[in-house]
């Protein structure tokens, strides 16, 4: 599968350390109210990997290190928002830790950029601590195939997710198949695509059960249906989008796994094949 990385930019990007976020009790789909916990700040036992469900009062949960950029006034006007694609080193530049290195993993609609490190390493970092991104992807294109559109993919991403190509498509391992019915929260921005994830809504309970989401982890390697993610987000009949699960579940309307598309057509390029485990914590080795 040829590709055009030898002509792709290496650019560094930036962001600090964010605090958790604190908002007060909100209502949940059902009208109780919800002290949401999981976003921003430093998660010590929270890891791509883990489950997108089940953690006491989680809510949007983001695994690892969240970091945002700070040279303009919104998050996603910044270059770490739009620059930094999923498999990028990310490197300390301040604070205790400053050196030590880890792996971009995704990034949460407006706000909020994530990034792994090791246990030892997080046991090390405060709220303030600065990271470098060595951010490459943007502009990545599928030579033979430039049908699909690629956003938030990085060369060791797409080496790492198993692709085969049969008869004139790509066959892309995934753990899941989502109806596009299901996508939430986050179609409809007027965005590009590399700025926001969108959400899978984990709102109604019987359709939870239905497609067994609650098995869904962080970092999984999934398959949106009927969704089209080249420009923005949104409804397309019989288009396929292969994406990675960035933040956990949620109890809000609408709401639920945030999910970074990776690849996407709406002309029949992409097929996808159910696989047990496809994700991206076995395949950068994040343990």
């Known amino acids: 599968m040829r590709d055009n990385r030898e002509k792709l930019l290496e650019i560094a990007v930036q962001g600090e350390i964010v605090s958790p976020s604190s908002t007060s009790y909100r209502a949940q789909w ?10 921003g700040g430093i998660k010590y036992n929270l890891k791509v990997g883990d489950p997108c469900f089940g953690w006491a009062s989680g809510d949007h949960v983001e695994p690892g290190v969240t ?21 990028n080193e990310a490197k300390l530049v301040s604070g205790e830790a400053k050196g030590e290195t880890g792996v971009f993993t995704g990034r ?10 090791s246990q030892d390493t997080l046991e090390k970092l405060t709220i303030g601590d600065k990271v470098q991104v060595r951010a490459i992807g943007a ?23 198993g692709i085969k190509e049969k008869k004139g498509k790509l066959v892309v391992p995934v753990v899941k198949e989502i109806p596009g019915y299901l996508m939430g929260s986050g179609i409809g921005w007027s965005t590009n695509t590399e700025p926001v994830d969108y959400d899978i809504q984990t709102t109604d309970p019987k359709k939870v059960k239905k497609f067994n989401l609650e098995t869904l982890r962080l970092g999984d390697i999934v398959c949106l249906r009927d969704q089209l993610c080249i420009n923005g987000r949104g409804h397309w009949k019989g288009a396929v989008t292969v994406g990675v699960i960035v933040h956990g579940a949620s109890d ?4 639920g796994p945030g999910v970074n598309p990776i690849l996407s057509t709406k002309d029949g390029k992409i097929e996808v094949e159910l ?13």
């Not at 945002?68 to 999923?86: M, Q, V």
């Open 30 to 39: 059902d009208g109780q109210p919800k002290l949401a916990l999981g976003m």
């Open 275 to 287: 696989v047990e485990k496809a994700n991206i914590a076995d395949y950068f080795g994040l343990k």
């Open 108 to 117: 949460h609609a407006g706000s909020d950029d994530l990034v792994w490190f």
């Open 139 to 161: 502009g990545l294109k599928l030579l033979d195939y430039p049908e699909i559109g690629v956003n938030k993919m990085s060369p060791r991403l797409l080496d790492s997710l």
């Open 252 to 255: 809000y309307s609408g709401h």
């Open 67 to 87: 970091i945002r950029g700070t040279e303009k006034d919104n998050p996603s006007d910044c270059a770490l928002a739009w620059l930094a694609c999923i498999g």
